[in-house]
């Protein structure tokens, strides 16, 4: 199926669900009671009342009179008034939250209306990307037992079709039973022909203008998901002391997390030919020191001024890495004073590579955390199993010290409840700095108005 084929079929759908909401509306009205003497389409008899107030019997009537009268659709006026409800996800039922944000934004479409402006209050829903990609996936193991990488995308994606068929009926039927007066014979999906061809357009002016850009860079990385995450989707948890955790895909039930291990680099030389000397090294991420390209002192700290120039001998990677001298990173006054470098997973490392590009950076992982080729025994194993066969192999090799319980703060992933790790990858980026600066100027010079005024 071609991308237009997929994308019509997306918009027939949505509009098959708009269509069947008001009668899904009709069942449910059905099976309940209505005002006296109403009749679909037509206005309510409010001459005769209850004794007490039925909200449900009454609101059955109203919306289908409300609708048939069209009253919904924008009337040509001098004044116009738009808005777009923010597209509900494709991802279940809708929640409170939603229902907050439709009732606010439809009392202040109702007033517009009632001010006889143009008014157009635009319904949609959204592919939700990783969110709908995490629903689907679970959805296909649990009737399937089957993992990604084990189906094909088309069949992924008609799986994912078959659930944007089954939400957004629902979705749309619960903002007609909240009395949303939206103007349904626009509602649009965020994947529609039309939505996909808009946004194709814009990333294709928006790169030729040079305005976005694709960069290599440190990101937050979902290994469940196999997908960069922004910082939102990252939530932080502190620990105190060592705590076991579970993690997604990994050979134990649970790992220890808030320990600071201390081991050993043997000095050496350009050549890798060692002094016999060793520097101590602390770190709460064991494995990522299968990507250290350099050790750092403070140039200040006169405890290692015979070091300088000096090298230490990578033991798995088998290769001198350098010692280098940097204030910015290396507090002296705390722990050993020697801080191992990372740059390919630590946004700080990534800073000190930056400050010293001939340290050069690697990426020790594969895309779903297992241990990339290359690092002997360690390859393929997923990083925390790595972690924990590291302790017994630095332990055989004399370069494990001692580990001590150490407080953390530890990032978690929304949708796929893994460690979030940092990463090397290519992504795109949006150069904001032209565009900040205008929209500062619009707003200060009254052409961009932010309501209310506080904000």
Not at 244 to 257: D, T
Not at 277 to 288: F, Y
Not at 379 to 390: C, I, Q
Not at 400 to 421: A, C, N, S
Request: hydrophobic share 35%; proline share 5%.
């Amino acid at each position: 199926m071609s991308v237009t084929a997929k994308a019509q079929r997306k918009e027939k759908v949505i509009k098959e669900a708009v269509s069947k909401a008001p009668q899904k509306m009709k069942k449910t009205a059905a099976k309940q009671e209505v005002i006296p003497k109403s009749k679909d389409g037509h206005k309510p008899d409010t001459t005769q009342f209850d004794s007490e107030y039925n909200p449900m019997k009454v609101e059955n009537a109203w919306y289908s009179w409300w609708e048939n009268q069209n009253f919904f659709e924008p009337k040509a006026a001098d004044k116009k008034f738009v808005m777009i409800l923010p597209p509900p996800n494709v991802t279940g039922e809708l929640h409170l939250g939603h229902a907050l944000t439709a009732s606010i934004e439809d009392a202040i479409t109702r007033y517009h209306r009632m001010c006889g402006e143009e008014s157009l209050w635009v319904p949609g829903t959204d592919h939700a990307g990783i969110a709908t990609q995490f629903r689907v996936e679970k959805k296909i193991y649990d009737e399937k037992k089957l993992h990604r990488g084990e189906y094909s995308r088309e069949y992924f994606l008609e799986e994912a079709h078959k659930w944007v068929e089954s939400k957004s009926g629902t979705i749309l039927s619960q903002l007609r039973d909240m009395g949303s007066s939206l103007a349904w014979k626009d509602t649009y999906y965020t994947l529609d022909e039309k939505r996909s061809e808009s946004v194709i357009a814009a990333f294709i002016k928006l790169f030729d203008e040079g305005l976005i850009y694709r960069s290599e860079r440190l990101v937050n990385w979902d290994c469940a998901l196999k997908t960069a995450i922004s910082d939102a989707e990252v939530e932080y948890i502190t620990l105190t002391k060592r705590t076991k955790l579970n993690v997604p895909n990994h050979k134990y039930p649970q790992y220890p997390f808030g320990v600071m291990t201390h081991f050993y680099y043997e000095i050496c030389d350009k050549d890798g030919k060692k002094t016999g000397e060793k520097v101590e090294i602390a770190t709460t991420r064991l494995e990522t020191m299968l990507g250290d390209t350099a050790v750092a002192i403070n140039p200040k700290d006169a405890r290692y001024n015979h070091l300088h120039g000096m090298y230490v001998w990578h033991p798995i990677r088998e290769v001198p890495i350098p010692i280098i001298q940097d204030e910015i990173l290396v507090d002296m006054n705390f722990g050993t004073g020697v801080v191992k470098v990372t740059p390919g997973h630590d946004p700080n490392d990534y800073e000190v590579y930056k400050r010293h590009p001939e340290i050069g950076l690697i990426s020790i992982l594969t895309p779903d955390g297992a241990i990339a080729p290359g690092y002997g025994q360690f390859s393929g194993m997923m990083r925390f199993d790595a972690r924990v066969e590291m302790v017994k192999w630095m332990k055989e090799h004399g370069l494990y010290k001692e580990e001590k319980d150490h407080e953390m703060r530890l990032g978690i992933t929304q949708r796929g409840h893994d460690i979030v790790e940092q990463v090397i990858t290519p992504q795109w980026f949006v150069n904001t700095t032209d565009m900040a600066a205008r929209a500062i100027k619009a707003v200060d010079d009254g052409e961009l108005k932010i309501v209310p005024d506080e904000f």
